[in-house]
């Protein structure tokens, strides 16, 4: 069973004790992320990782951490489908959208706020605080956590389908109290120093602070502490080398920083695997020219290469451009017979820090970070062979960002597009619906003066009821009287007495 490298880092440039590799992997069965301890005295730093994970996860309260298993040496995890916040604020920045990127932020910082939801407090720095950081810091009004995870920076915080907020790292814990604003500095800092060439035409690294109340004092303060005595503490002696370090170099103009990249050389390396990944160890490295034209790179590959992971191939160790014209393996023997991939690039793979770009019938790769990484998934060598890679490299990237801006643009031009369509079959169907309510209140208006001339009908016969009622009642009622006077008279002495000439009438009336 392969792995398939979809992302790999190593940290070789710190202290042997915190020396680390990071492989995001992927095989037929499962999807993992894997930390290794490149020395024998990082073991105990992976085992701190871990146990950091699960004390964040006891404590902290709005958001989900990921803690992992210790597995033969190393820290495995389940990879977190999601969209890191890196990508959410670089999405905002690229589209040029300043409101929907200091919203994020804000949503950002409601999160650090909500870990511990405590009080505020003036924040007197402990003794260990000082020996990691360096100086003793007094604030007043702080919202502190404590335990502090101060790598909650925007790459380390996964959002996921369901809405939910993963903490995917927990490398650098503290056991004392630290201010949330110095954590988000950082989150920040990092970020600015990443793509700060994309973020400062929108604001500057100093509006954004400020926004946060951490003014250009505290800032001085903070970066101090960063870049003199963290990075220290992490890197020894190389720590101005760090991934931080180049914020406080000596500031160019664009057209000067332009200008040097032009004529700059570019080191492309190839990485082989070991059975723990890649590293400086297994390496091929060639400094090349920077062409305008098609350049053509080549890496002899040897005899006892595994494919247990893919090759790993730097071209860039900037933001650039990368056209691939095509990509070769030739055998180094008599017999003539070559591996090429397709034109659509399906052998390749890369990570978090390129873009694929498809333009003209042709695919471009734009690198967005500092450690863009390409993978290339071969058989296993039985001979020596030659990688052969012919492509074009660009190092003016702001046509293609310019590219990606309109893209985007006009993908929202259709959205909207469709929403219009929508709106107008939705205006139609009312315009109908109207008519045909137009036709139901006409309806019945018509059954109302019908209601109203039926009622002034049954009114008209219920008048007459009540006559006819009246007259009945005065019938029955001289029917009655007459009935008593009848009644009354056959009582009568008279009509006693004359009862026999009556039945003689009779008799002489019947015989005529």
């Given at each position: ?184 500095f950082r989150s920040i800092y990092a970020f600015w120093v990443k793509y700060n060439v994309y973020i400062e035409p929108l604001i500057s690294f100093d509006d954004i602070l400020i926004k946060f109340e951490i003014d250009l004092e ?172 012919r492509m074009r490299i660009d190092l003016n990237i702001t046509p293609y960002v310019e590219l990606i801006l309109r893209r985007k643009t006009e993908d929202f031009q259709e959205e909207v597009g469709v929403h219009q369509q929508v ?73 006693k007495v004359t009862a026999p000439i009556r039945y003689l009438g009779r008799i002489f009336k019947n015989r005529q």
């Amino acid at each position: 069973m392969s792995n398939k490298v979809i992302y790999s880092k190593y940290n070789r440039e710190r202290k042997t004790q915190f020396q680390i590799a990071t492989i995001h992997y992927q095989n037929d069965y499962e999807t993992k992320v894997k930390k290794i301890p490149l020395t024998t005295e990082a073991f105990n730093h992976i085992k701190a990782i871990h146990e950091n994970s699960l004390l964040l996860k006891d404590v902290y309260q709005n958001i989900e951490v990921l803690t992992g298993e210790i597995i033969d040496g190393c820290l495995v995890y389940d990879f977190i489908q999601g969209t890191s916040w890196d990508q959410r604020l670089l999405t905002e920045v690229l589209s040029g959208n300043l409101v929907g990127f200091i919203k994020l932020l804000e949503s950002f910082n409601d999160i650090l706020t909500g870990l511990q939801p405590t009080g505020r407090e003036d924040f007197i720095s402990s003794d260990e605080f000082n020996t990691i950081f360096g100086q003793s810091l007094s604030l007043k009004d702080q919202q502190c956590v404590h335990p502090a995870n101060i790598d909650f920076i925007f790459d380390n915080v996964f959002f996921t389908e369901g809405g939910t907020n993963v903490l995917l790292d927990c490398e650098w814990v503290f056991p004392f109290k630290i201010p949330i604003k110095y954590i988000l500095f950082r989150s920040i800092y990092a970020f600015w120093v990443k793509y700060n060439v994309y973020i400062e035409p929108l604001i500057s690294f100093d509006d954004i602070l400020i926004k946060f109340e951490i003014d250009l004092e505290l800032k001085d303060i903070f970066l101090t502490m960063e870049e003199e005595h963290f990075q220290l503490y992490v890197n020894g002696d190389w720590y101005k080398a760090g991934f931080f370090g180049r914020y406080v170099k000596e500031v160019h103009s664009l057209n000067t920083v332009t200008g040097l990249l032009e004529q700059s050389m570019i080191n492309m390396k190839l990485f082989f695997p070991s059975d723990r990944g890649y590293s400086e160890d297994y390496v091929i490295s060639k400094l090349c020219t920077r062409s305008t034209g098609i350049m053509e790179v080549s890496f002899i590959l040897d005899a006892n290469y595994s494919n247990k992971f893919p090759l790993r191939i730097d071209l860039l160790e900037r933001p650039g451009v990368i056209c691939f014209e095509s990509i070769q393996i030739h055998e180094i023997s008599e017999t003539d017979s070559n591996y090429s991939l397709d034109y659509n690039m399906k052998d390749i793979t890369y990570n978090d820090n390129i873009i694929q770009l498809e333009e003209k019938g042709e695919a471009l790769f734009l690198s967005i970070g500092e450690d863009p990484q390409f993978f290339l998934n071969v058989n296993s060598i039985s001979t020596k062979q030659l990688l052969v890679l012919r492509m074009r490299i660009d190092l003016n990237i702001t046509p293609y960002v310019e590219l990606i801006l309109r893209r985007k643009t006009e993908d929202f031009q259709e959205e909207v597009g469709v929403h219009q369509q929508v709106l107008d079959k939705s205006k139609l169907e009312n315009a109908h619906y109207l008519r045909k309510m137009d036709a139901y209140l006409e309806r019945i208006n018509v059954i109302e003066s019908e209601k109203v001339a039926y009622e002034t009908e049954i009114s008209t016969y219920l008048e007459r009821i009540n006559v006819v009622e009246s007259e009945k009642a005065i019938y029955n009622k001289g029917m009655n009287t007459y009935r008593s006077e009848i009644k009354e008279m056959k009582e009568s002495l008279s009509w006693k007495v004359t009862a026999p000439i009556r039945y003689l009438g009779r008799i002489f009336k019947n015989r005529q």
